[in-house]
């Protein structure tokens, strides 16, 4: 996992910010920290099992989270780069959309902290682009996640 960008394991319950250029492996780097691939450690003709990598990582740090990943414990949330397209195909209103993907119940400190008081009861697809990048925030935001993704 250093290998993607030299990136440092995110410690658990700290935050972590992945910025770069494109092409360098950020998206790489969440699709590991959900699980959906393996670390190749630099090496992508070597197909690694979960009980080498954990064999690689005993007594680290790093260990107990390539073991949370494997057993399906980490959790990612993520806002869609286009935010646009939510528009199109989102019906209903702001609120009822919100509280339908609340599983934190933080329902009410996310609307005051994104200030999304006003546009609570206007309908999903008269929302303007920012408006819709604040809903869609404020979506991943409420879901049960340990790691969160936004694209700008």
């Not at 954990?54 to 414990?73: A, F, M, P, S």
């Not at 397209?85 to 329902?107: A, C, H, P, Y």
């Not at 006003?118 to 697809?125: A, K, W």
Request: aromatic share 6%; no cysteine; net charge positive.
């Amino acid at each position: 996992m250093e290998k993607v960008l030299q990136l440092n394991y995110p410690a658990f319950g700290s935050i972590l910010g992945i910025l770069g250029r494109n092409g360098i492996g950020k998206s790489t780097a969440i699709k590991i920290l959900a699980g959906n691939i393996k670390p190749n450690l630099g090496e992508s003709e070597i197909e690694r099992s979960w009980e080498d990598l954990l064999k690689l990582y005993k007594g680290t740090e790093i260990y107990k989270l390539l073991e949370r990943i494997k057993n399906g414990e980490v959790k990612v949330a993520y806002k869609p780069q286009a935010v646009d397209l939510l528009t199109k195909k989102s019906e209903g209103k702001v609120i009822d959309m919100l509280r339908k993907v609340d599983q934190r119940n933080k329902f009410d400190i996310i609307v005051k902290e994104l200030t999304m008081e006003s546009i609570l009861d206007r309908e999903l697809s008269q929302l303007s682009g920012g408006e819709m990048q604040r809903v869609a925030i404020a979506a991943t935001i409420l879901k049960e996640a340990i790691i969160l993704r936004y694209y700008f």
